[in-house]
């Protein structure tokens, strides 16, 4: 039988602390992370929503067609981020959730990048737009996953 002295338990207290606090700050950067990509993403389909006007030449529509399609893409933006609250609110306890928002953001850079690989000659406006939802759907996938694994990292490490 083993026998921990004081300054065993000590230690092993200050172990567990030093995890806890890692993990706390691990969940707060995933947190702030997930909520910036969150608030870009409402922002731009609330822009898309209330003026169409002003995006509708980026995706080379016009009129009421061109007004219906950025609106509409608005609404998507909306329903594809209605996931992304309860990870906000919990990145650990809701981390399946968390998977599900991972694989959205790279669903929407694949399909992207590959509208923009095969985008012919002549389309400067839409090569534009295509580029822009590509830097910023990149950077957002990058930075929630590296949150994400910085996460689940701690927590194996926290559970030894």
Not at 4 to 15: Q, T
Not at 81 to 103: D, E, G, K, M, S
Request: hydrophobic fraction near 50%.
């Amino acid at each position: 039988m083993v026998t921990l002295g004081a300054s065993d338990v000590l230690m092993e207290k200050m172990e567990t602390s030093r995890n806890a606090k890692e993990e706390d700050r691990s969940l707060w950067l995933a947190r702030v992370i997930v909520g910036a990509v969150f608030l870009m993403n409402v922002s731009c389909a609330l822009a898309f929503i209330l003026q169409p006007e002003l995006y509708s030449p980026g995706f080379e529509a016009a009129g009421v067609p061109g007004r219906i399609y950025v609106q509409g893409l608005g609404i998507l933006f909306l329903m594809w981020n209605a996931t992304y609250p309860l990870v906000i609110f919990h990145p650990i306890r809701y981390r399946a959730l968390f998977v599900v928002v991972l694989i959205q953001q790279a669903i929407g850079f694949i399909g992207e990048t590959w509208l923009w690989l095969t985008l012919p000659p002549g389309h400067s406006p839409l090569r534009a737009t295509g580029l822009r939802f590509l830097l910023f759907d990149g950077i957002g996938l990058i930075a929630m996953a590296g949150a994400y694994w910085l996460l689940m990292r701690q927590r194996t490490r926290s559970r030894f």
